[in-house]
């Protein structure tokens, strides 16, 4: 046997192990969701709970987690964050990859970096800092990650007070911005003030509430309240079809949970919805609640699945106690499309908390966003662009203003500079030309005496 031959084939077959073994670690993470939500699933109804112990289970669940919540009174918390979503080879010419490099479709991006959270409960104001410091390219037949440019991973300030919403982004020039012409042609970085209800929403998806952490489509409490009040209702109507009804959509169970390095018991609420539009007999969504008695009721999971049974989206929680309040030490989302397949994800990893310490108010205004004097504030509420200066809002130039034009050479204008400093030329020469003759003069009646 050829020993060269023999030593090629193992080098090739070691490559091959070690492609096999280079799978991302959020596939990995994606598969011990399903692990975990498969398991929970599993688990034997609650038979013996009455609807009156399901309202009842639902309010004590409601009363712990918002105790828990309320000891917040300031939190600052920096957490470790990647972001991965499938991409085709269009959105990537998108981005500035017009060769974008072979292999089947989709590629997976991913955008790591930093998020830093700020919580002020009396000011019900928030702020997420969010540095990307890395951008990566996946896919299968890559043996190696394929790093792109870091401009092209969005970092981001975001300001959510009370009643505004701001974000800068520091890599963003103005660019032309067609809806404001006193805009157009300028460059430097821009902060953008929008409609608070948009911060949710955004094309891009950097706008993190931190408060988010505790809630699901709201905050956990409310979601059991509201489940509550709907079977309350129901109780209330001695209605026998609406209580047959309630309980058809509302099943709980109790469940061995793998939470972390530990096993919880979880109490899951299942809960049958159906999509906005449709008839009594339309579609349903399944959502699958899994709210741990040993985290004072936090979420630990959520998965939603479509009418076919199959999930749309998977959210985990893990949790550290600090200072006696649960804080999320691990969250993770995933939404996943019809075949089953990851379209976007997001984790984030808990690097540092502190609670209940002092912060200042500027973190949360427009002031704290790092303008520097002369760069713009582009204000979608009010629809007018302002000059940030020493500290303040000021020049605002409506949307619709035209364009600014440059200062027009006024023929008029020059024409009478012009006429002043030919007079003022031709009087110098005049006073020059009669202090000159007199000199003249008096030289020449000495040479006569």
Known sequence: MNPKATQHSLIKAMLDVIVVLQVNTFVVFLALCFAVARASWGAEELSDLTLEGKVELLGRMADLAEQNYRKINTWELIYDIVDEAGWSG???????????????????????????????????????????????????????????????????????????????????????????????????????????????????????????????????????????RMLNQALESNDAAMVGEMGRLFRFYEVNYPHGNETVKVILVELRVRRPGTSAEGPVRTIRIRASPSHDYNFVGVNVSDESGKDVEIVNWQYMNHQGVWIPSHWSRVLLNSEGTPTHGRVLKLKECRLNAPIDRLKFTVQGLGLKDGERVLDRVDRVCYIYNEGELTSPVSFDSPVPSKPESSSGGIDRRLIWLNLGGLALVLVLTVLRRRRNTAVNDGVSQ
């Open 90 to 228: 269009e959105q990537l010419k998108g981005i500035g990859l017009d060769t974008p490099p072979p292999g089947a479709e989709p590629w997976r991006r991913r955008d790591s970096g930093t998020v830093r959270l700020l919580y002020d409960c009396e000011r019900n104001a928030v702020r997420a800092e969010v540095t990307r410091n890395k951008a990566t390219l996946f896919q299968d037949a890559l043996r190696t990650p394929l790093d792109i440019p870091l401009s092209l991973a969005v970092s981001q300030t975001t300001l959510i007070g009370k009643d505004d919403f701001y974000y800068l982004e520091p890599t963003l020039d103005y660019a032309d911005f067609p809806e404001v012409p006193a805009m157009q042609g300028r460059a430097g970085r821009v902060a953008f003030r929008e409609p608070k209800e948009t911060s949710r929403r955004l094309r891009n998806a950097n706008a993190i509430d931190p408060r988010d952490l505790f809630a699901y489509t709201r905050p956990f409490w409310e979601e059991f309240r509201m489940a509550a």
